[in-house]
């Protein structure tokens, strides 16, 4: 079983551009937090989402950050206008049913986005 | 925002000592976890607390669920070299979290000499 995919693994982004990362749960999985973090930090929340419906973005920026989790295939957290602040490391985890910590956090390897 | 503060910031053992961390809170969780996070992963689930005053072990890793809900601590016995990294606490909140939101405390990262 494959576990929770993110790609990209490195993306570098000049100022200004967008940034979209990707996450793929793990198979049977319908349930998605992303989290976001900075060096020599713990990880942040910033969104949960069930299939095609956003369930909490309470750690979500309010401007240019945005999340979707269609019907069909991987998440993607979208970054527009990407300014130096962003560079961060971007983690995604997946759970099967709601009540994720009933089965801990399954994290995937997370992208890392470096603004230049 | 909600802080866990996570004790200590690092340490520097030698092979076959007991390490020993914690993370307190003045808020109440419902649930306490420990991961491990090597550089460049995402981290790793080690241990999971349900229940005030659980008391987990895997393999030589024991983490306990504190009396009051506000604390877990962590203790690795006898470290060897691949216990080196980065261990997060986190826990969700009884009170004003979604089931999503975990809160992470900032880490200790632990470095083992041979």
Redesign the interface.
């Known amino acids: 079983n494959a576990g929770v995919m993110q790609n990209p693994r490195h993306l570098v982004r000049r100022r200004g551009q967008e940034a979209r990362l990707r996450c793929s749960p793990m198979k049977g999985h319908s349930h998605v937090y992303w989290y976001r973090q900075l060096p020599e930090e713990g990880l942040k929340f910033m969104v949960y989402l069930q299939k095609e419906n956003i369930i909490d973005e309470s750690g979500m920026p309010k401007e240019r950050f945005s999340a979707e989790f269609p019907k069909e295939g991987p998440s993607i957290l979208r970054i527009q206008q990407v300014v130096r602040g962003d560079s961060a490391a971007y983690f995604c985890a997946s759970s099967p049913i709601t009540g994720l910590v009933n089965y801990g956090y399954t994290f995937g390897s997370g992208t890392r986005l470096t603004v230049v | 925002g909600q802080q866990?503060n996570?004790s200590p910031q690092s340490m520097f053992i030698q092979e076959g000592e007991d390490v020993s961390m914690n993370c307190t809170s003045s808020s109440i969780f419902n649930?306490w976890?420990w991961?491990k996070q090597e550089p460049?992963?995402?981290?790793?689930?080690l241990i999971?607390l349900?229940k005030a005053g659980e008391l987990t072990s895997n393999g030589r890793l024991t983490a306990q669920f504190g009396i009051t809900r506000k604390d877990s601590f962590l203790n690795i016995s006898a470290s060897i070299p691949s216990d080196v990294g980065i261990y997060?606490c986190?826990g969700?909140l009884e009170y004003g979290g979604?089931?999503?939101?975990?809160?992470?405390?900032?880490?200790t990262k632990l470095s083992v000499k041979p």
């Open positions: 866990l996570q649930t976890l991961y460049g992963e995402g981290p790793v689930l999971a349900y997060f986190a969700q979604s089931q999503g939101n975990l809160i992470f405390g900032k880490g």
